[in-house]
């Protein structure tokens, strides 16, 4: 690649903005041409506008650079990422996509859209074709790409060579999520230490629709989605980075765990394939020590970017269970957007 | 009762040793005539031979009592609460019951013999007729009765209600265990902070085969096993006392999550029916509030004795789903013994 | 007392507004016969309003009642408890006072003005006198009376005896302050697990002037600052409930540990002689064990209204060093206010 | 260099000396040669004897390694890693030293022997001269030489500039220190959760002492202690690595906080003015934020080796005060002993 895309990122101040900029800041590819905030932010220095969040260098370099407004007529680029509040999303996306650039979303504004591409690169790449149909109908030169619900991503990426290899009937899931996945300031620390809260706002509706989406064929121009039963059950625990799920499925055939360790050990899809920039080298990491996968120790493996699978076993009640594990802010957010817009690229889309 | 029942505490310098001696140092029916140990602390004062890990009075008053070998040569007495590790059990337990005490024990040596009544009151008062089979078969005077492990203990807690009303065709429980429940020192800090582990050993077949037995008709003598499938994915998450689990349930005929609720509510087995000094007011305390109930703020309540049930709703998997909470070294421990005996003594077997 | 005193409770649904309802609901002198909050909160039920925090009975069984805004034209009562937030608290106290309430205040609105008692009972009981000269001077006929910050609290309760045995020239005390003190929500989780925070806005300069006041001499209707060097270094740690303080201090006289230990032991400052109700039967609870008082095990104990001391030890370079703990929002806040207003009482200024 | 040194690793499965095998794997100067441990594991593959408790790639890539007896006439190389236990380094070191091997110790066992250089690089590189005493003395070819106990390491890197510039005449540091200094599996998940403890044993007597001797002056072959008081206060807090100190110091001719910074600030001692391969480009990082440095996110820097240094302001007791925070395992351990191997080979000891 000769000379590198221009981005931008919206939301840039934001524990999930700052993830973005630091995985674009040495990208391959891209090229950090914007960091837009809100207006309240726009003009000052980005060392000014907030505190850095994340481990290594402060703002990825990008200190000194100055915030623009987040506004399709100022700060646009042929790939925009976005880390914006559903509200605001709701507002800004569409208007950059008629503006020209292909976004690259991390909200939920319009993940459940018809013909907006709900995208896991090894999960459903297909689906980006949907971009097409979103485009004549309406009358967009650009687009909106999203990526789902983190929780829904680290378990799709189990599933997905499960629902291909098998057939999957039923998955229930039980997640002990971590408090980035509240976003900041988020969780109190008087409601999270030393306790275990069995909720999270509109969560398990989340996964249970769109896993049914991701897992769907795409035909005809549009996705079907898939027929399977779906339960989350979804608790905030006190950790700091990275969702655990307790996974229990139902596949056609009834399969042994070594048939089920023997198809995800041997999965190679397409991000993998191509060899793109941020896919792991392999998308999922299993795990032969009985008491891993665990969250503190192992999430941060290839960026986070790989998901880690363990104690395949016979379970009871569905077949087989296993302990699932992600990265919510980087595979469940930043990283996957930035995966996504890789293999769009690498599609011609861009 | 005119006059209290002389009891002995075996183990009582551990972590539900002290339990035990909290909850007894001033029962209305029994009273403490020994604390023993192993050898090693026997002849030590109660306060020096431990550190008391409880809140309230600092070995409930009992420091200057002067600890006793684990003998029942030396320590004996009708009623006996054991506290001791497994494998010390095995051997002392029956030296106990052949000398005519009614052991009490919390340890899982006999809690899967034909003949030893596993026993949570609420659940299967009628399997302490094993008692019968116990002293006739083995020749012993007093006898065994022991409690489940604390993660069975909570679940058949809420199953058991079910079952009686529709039956309970299978369940999938995903537990999120305090540390206490690996007694003291148990898990290190730096393998529990800010993480989650995915196993436990024995934990998972543990609740799996217990559920069978506790739910299981007393008939001829001997207890049958319910059929029902049973499923447990245990974890240790960073808390300190009391478990999380997250149930799904597949009943017959299929009922709504508010018949469920009804069920749950209306509840009131035979330890309340009997006033039992240990028995809660009610077995199941419901939580309406959509982020309750939550181990650090409801698992003291009715001194530990109750489990807590929130967040009852539909479950595309199995049926019905709820959060589900109770005190593991209270309920599912030390609390549950002296219940135990509580029934027992109620019902004259002491 | 025949009958009791008509209170009111300011800012009843923050944190420190629920401690208060917590220990005025069976108080045997108070009544409560307002609960006012912001205007948000007025005219709905106490239970509706906000989420209870504490544990035992929610809402100290007043979860019916009605919230009233916080008017002295509506809700005023001869005592009032304000919980308010310092600049609420600027304006509302002031109001109250000229109406005719003794506002006891948790606030710092008020907390340096040379005519409001700053008051620890234990500490400066003499300084209540102060109120005649406010009332004189604002032409108030009730007054304000404030408690110091929570921190400065559990120090200068340490602090007293020792200034009136020997003298306190220097103290230097480092503080692993709670996260309740930073109110709800406060610190987020992802700040504070697995941290510690070196900094807490304002409170070193707090603890820093308030001592000097707090330990100053009541002289010709004025305070005189007690002329003592006060270093204070403020940390937050991943603690609930309860400061510890690690406290060195150069006495006159350079007593020894066992000479200091001996002051502390026998002090019976005056709440403790008058049997007020809030009073703790000793003040300072003195530990022997090497390693307490800990925060999570001791500082519940009389309700968190006594401190804790251990580990007197000499100071290589202050003379004598100890390990210090109090419970920030009850001694430190709701508790302290009460016991004011129980001394207040008890002097003749209700 | 032409050719690596070969080094051993005695005590290669406990978490400090994983740490010397992380850092030793890829060492510049230095191939690992041997893997000692106790007889117990020796004969097995490395990643059999332990779990690995580190992140990256586990063992090292060094997991098919054969554990060594650890016993001179067997596993010995010029140069020797010690992260034994004290009462076990008590014994083998000196007959490693004995057998020519320049010992480099973590353990307590002979740091404070008058002849035993107890050396951190920056701060008394001199002091390494004792060895020609100590072979002289002890008829050892090889040699012992020790780094400080963790706390004792980080609060001399921040002392020693100041005591050159000023002169050090008192210092109290109290620390809040992190789970791993206790090894593992050290401290229990039940005493530290939501805890502090006040106490760690042997620790404060340690810095006090340690503190003195490291900061003397190496004269007419000996090491006279420095004339400064010293005291510690020290806490075990929920943080997983990185010890927190607060300290306040007296400096001859009473410098301002701005005089104290910028001496820290200029500092550039022995081991980075050499680029010796694991000395930080700067041994103190110094912090603007007036919350920081933060332990969980600043420790992790320069792979542990740098301290940090923040919030200097005026101590109304001492003169000066600052936060100060350090890596305990890696610069107060592993880290801090290679370093100490890097300087004496670059001044011709190995």
Known sequence: MSEKIQVAVLGATGVVGQRFVRRLAEHPWFQIAHLAASGRSAGKRYSEACEWRLDGEPYAGLGHCVLEDADPALAIAPVVFSALDTEVARELEPAYARAGALVFSNAAAFRMEEDVP????????EHLALLAGQRARRGWSG??????????????LALAPLHAAFGVEAVLMTSMQAASGAGYP????????????????????????????????FRDGRVEDALLAVSALCHRVPVLDGHTEAVSV?????PSPEQVREVLDAWRPEPQRLGLPSAPPVPIRLHEAENRPQVRRDVE??????IHVGRIRRCP???????????NTERGAAGG??????????????
């Open 118 to 125: 709900l995208l896991v690169p090894e999960v459903n790449p």
């Open 143 to 156: 687009g909106i790409l999203t990526n789902p619900n983190c929780t829904t991503t680290v378990l799709v």
């Open 186 to 217: 988020g969780v109190s620390s008087l409601d999270l230490m030393g306790n275990v809260i069995p909720f999270i706002k509109g969560e398990e509706s989340k996964v249970e629709i769109e896993t049914a989406k991701l897992l769907g064929r």
């Open 250 to 254: 139902r596949l056609k055939g009834n």
């Open 301 to 306: 493996q290839d960026a986070g970017m790989s």
């Open 317 to 327: 009640v569905l077949g087989v269970k296993f302990s699932l594990l992600g990265h």
């Open 337 to 350: 957007s930035v995966l996504n817009a890789e293999l769009a690229l690498s599609q011609g889309w861009v």
